[in-house]
């Protein structure tokens, strides 16, 4: 990868893709609110701070996202359910992305391998749900695998050597996950690494497709 841009890039695993591209001799751009006032839940704001670059870039990885957005820790149950908790995990962890994807699907390259990568989630997979709860992440998250899904079926007639993918992580240790002992966790800086490993090896015919961190398939 020559050139890259990382949309998120002041949070544990944005920034610690940001340090894995550089240490990869990667030229890389970062945005985010805190230091660029990129607020990706509002089109404006989406539209102009990307309106600003000149491409092309031969990754762009939107590393956005949040457990919660007006609680302090997901729904365990259908009495914790609310509209203003399922609107706001919906535009940070669904429509932002897709608005990034609709505003910087120019910096692209038209002709070669690129990629465009989301930060998912294995709870967002409706086949795996096993235990139930936390009803606005696991929905905001499939719902943006759908967007990347559909979304790759049309970029692939315009771009036919681009990749778009939905990632999972694994649990990586940011303030996010900091209270949610029991889980095995990894540092951002491995996380990131593992990530990018994923991109590396992944062929044009995966676009579309929904990936852990080893690479291996998520069902929808």
Request: charged share 20%; glycine share 12%; proline share 3%.
């Amino acid at each position: 990868m020559e050139r890259a841009l990382v949309i998120g890039a002041s949070g544990g695993i944005g920034r610690a893709l940001v340090g894995e591209l550089e240490s990869r001799d990667t030229q890389v751009t970062g945005l985010s609110r805190s230091g660029d006032g990129l607020d990706v839940t509002d089109e404006a704001s989406v539209e102009q701070s990307l309106g600003a670059l000149d491409g092309p870039f031969d990754l762009i990885f939107v590393a956005t996202g949040a457990l919660t957005s007006t609680r302090e820790a997901p729904e365990k149950s259908l009495g914790d359910l609310g509209a203003e908790e399922l609107s706001g995990q919906f535009a940070l962890n669904a429509i932002g992305p897709a608005l990034v994807l609709k505003h910087a699907r120019r910096l692209l390259p038209r002709d070669g391998r690129s990629v465009f990568a989301v930060l998912s989630a294995r709870v967002g997979s409706i086949g795996d749900n096993r235990m139930g709860g936390w009803y606005s992440y696991r929905t905001s998250k499939a719902a943006l695998n759908a967007l990347m899904h559909g979304a790759a079926v049309e970029l692939r007639r315009s771009k036919k050597d681009a990749i778009l993918v939905c990632l999972h992580p694994g649990t990586v240790a940011t303030t996010f996950t900091e209270d949610y002992p029991g889980h095995d966790k990894v540092s951002p800086e491995t996380a990131a690494e593992n990530l990018l490993d994923v991109i590396v090896g992944l062929e044009t015919s995966q676009s579309g497709g929904f990936y852990d961190y080893a690479g291996t398939e998520i069902v929808w």
